[in-house]
């Protein structure tokens, strides 16, 4: 009698048997445990990569330049990801405990950041800007919690059903990218236009706590002891509490920033769809307008700065005028105090400061109720985008459906934030001078800010090789500030920075212009320039220049940040 060979398992029954034994002691079957860590994963990466987001978007906001801080922020996150990566192995024992205590305590990092950030902003921000001792520290805080997630993973997906390295490692990496997909559309689409910066980055907090406490105590719960269940059931309690009592207060918080800020007589905030919005003054004081933190009026002494702007442009006809940017109207003030001036298009990317400019009586009292003279017709669109579209000929004023008359202009003045704030670089390419250059009519003149030549000469004179690279000569002047914190830095300086003396401007055509002031019109003689200051401020900013510098390109943009 011939002995019989054992029977030989089926495939299937072997992996199933191989199952049960990995996922003994799961309160589901391998299947549904696998699906419930890899929907962990999508939820953690969502989560992840709104930080990471939040954290761009604020440190651009807060510090200025967004290709500076992005880069900083991507590349130090990306780095200390790594360094968590290798730190993780030493939980490996303890993958679940660890990963439950790493997920709770990114939470608390990740959602309280944006809060952390601002406050530094408003109280301290001379730690903010203190490299990897400043803001950079949360940065490297939940990069190292954020890269130590895969790792640990790794080992609760193996504890479940053993598989093959690659397959395993596919999995969790195709979770992580959708979620971050998803992260990555729901912070600009979702959470920062319904919640905010401040109370979308706790609620992203929140759901990361609840979802890596939920997956550790509910799926894992059994692997743990019961002193190490009541340790995390505590810490996701103490997180959530924390969050949730953070978002309660965000308002008193946003408040009390707000005033360390801008001072305690702030009379309006609001956040529109391109900016923050804030006025402060009025009521006998002076009144101050701020874009994105950034002082854009100061009432003290922003005559000094629009009548340097305009007036030398005014020198020769000027009935018909385009103004790129100068929501605020008080440039628009400036070009309707001179006669012959028919029609004024002013073209700004946010409504609302028109609307805060035409409204607000402290602000319209301001600009002249410039915007009740029927002359003045604002356009809302991008200075870059409406030139681009233009097509000037050679007709009177007519206005055509875009709300653009049918000639070329007379004088252009371009009211925009600086050079070096990045997205503004564009404004101040050569080939946005060049659409502004064919815009002018025979014989007209484009007025441009450009920053402080004795503060920032190398910005200046940049400004001034790119509006010559478009075919225009240039005529450099300055004049002298005061409130040194308006119009003309890119980034919000610090309390104890020294104040720019100055203002720098380029008076650019088709032929040299003398600088030269208009006859007084009905509204008087300007208050604060006359002929021999504007002279005195050619001099000046010529004597800082810089030869041989090349000019800003939209591909190749130059201006120091």
């Not at 309690?237 to 001072?263: C, H, N, P």
């Not at 830095?489 to 920075?497: M, V």
Request: hydrophobic share 45%; glycine share 14%.
């Amino acid at each position: 009698m011939e002995p019989v060979a054992p029977t030989r398992p089926a495939p299937g029954a072997e992996r199933a048997s191989r199952d049960r034994e990995f996922s003994g002691g799961l309160p589901v079957g391998p299947g549904p445990a696998r699906l419930l860590v890899l929907a962990t994963v999508f939820v953690c990466a969502a989560c992840g990569l709104v930080y990471e987001l939040e954290l761009v978007a604020l440190a651009s906001y807060l510090m200025g330049d967004s290709v500076t801080q992005a880069s900083v922020v991507l590349s130090v996150m990306v780095f200390a990801m790594g360094v968590g990566a290798l730190l993780a192995k030493r939980l490996r024992c303890r993958a679940a405990l660890g990963f439950g205590v790493v997920e709770a305590i990114l939470a608390l990092v990740g959602g309280v950041s944006a809060l952390a950030l601002y406050a530094c902003f408003a109280w301290s921000p001379e730690w903010l800007a203190g490299g990897l001792g400043g803001a950079r520290f949360l940065m490297v805080a939940f990069s190292l919690l954020i890269g130590a997630e895969v790792p640990l993973l790794m080992v609760m997906m193996q504890r479940i059903r053993r598989q093959d390295a690659g397959g395993a490692v596919a999995d969790l990496f195709a979770a992580d990218y959708v979620g971050a997909l998803v992260g990555g559309l729901a912070f600009p689409f979702l959470l920062l236009p319904m919640l905010g910066q401040l109370t979308g980055a706790l609620l992203t907090g929140a759901v990361n706590a609840f979802a890596g406490g939920a997956l550790v105590l509910g799926l894992f719960g059994r692997d743990l002891s019961r002193r190490s269940r009541r340790l995390l059931i505590l810490l996701n309690v103490v997180v959530l509490a924390l969050l949730g009592t953070a978002a309660a207060l965000v308002g008193d918080f946003e408040a009390a920033a707000r005033r360390a800020m801008y001072g305690t007589d702030v009379r309006l905030a609001v956040q529109s769809e391109i900016q923050e919005i804030v006025l402060t003054g009025g009521e006998g004081r002076s009144l101050a307008l701020y874009l994105d933190g950034r002082l854009r009026v100061s009432g003290a002494d922003e005559h000094g700065y629009h009548e340097a702007l305009v007036h030398p442009a005014m020198a020769g006809p000027h009935a018909r005028v385009l103004i790129l940017g100068g929501g605020d109207g008080l440039a628009a003030r400036e070009v309707l105090r001179h006669p012959g001036v028919r029609r004024v298009d002013l073209v700004e990317l946010d409504p609302a400061v028109v609307d805060l400019a035409r409204r607000d009586p402290g602000l319209a009292a301001l600009n002249g109720h410039a915007y009740g003279d029927p002359r003045l017709r604002p356009v809302t669109a991008d200075p870059f985008d409406w030139l681009r579209a233009g097509r000037p000929g050679a007709g009177e004023a007519g206005g055509g459906r875009d709300g653009r008359g049918g000639g070329g202009y007379d004088v252009i003045v371009a009211d925009l934030p600086h050079p070096g704030i990045t997205s503004s670089t564009k404004l101040y390419s050569e080939e946005f001078f060049g659409l502004a250059a064919r815009s002018l009519a025979p014989g007209g003149r484009l007025a441009v800010h450009s920053g402080s030549p004795a503060d920032r000469p190398k910005t200046f004179w940049t400004v001034d090789a790119t509006v010559r690279a478009a075919g225009l000569l240039t005529t450099p002047y300055s004049a002298a500030g005061h409130d040194g914190a308006f119009a003309f830095r890119p980034d919000r300086a610090l309390r104890d920075h020294p104040k720019a003396p100055d203002w720098g401007f380029l008076l650019a055509g088709r032929e040299r212009q003398p600088l030269t002031l208009a006859p007084p019109g009905d509204g008087g003689p300007p208050l604060t320039l006359d002929g021999a200051a504007l002279r005195s401020g050619g001099l000046a900013a010529e004597a800082t220049r810089l030869p041989g510098l090349p000019p800003s390109t939209l591909s190749h943009p130059r201006y120091p940040h």
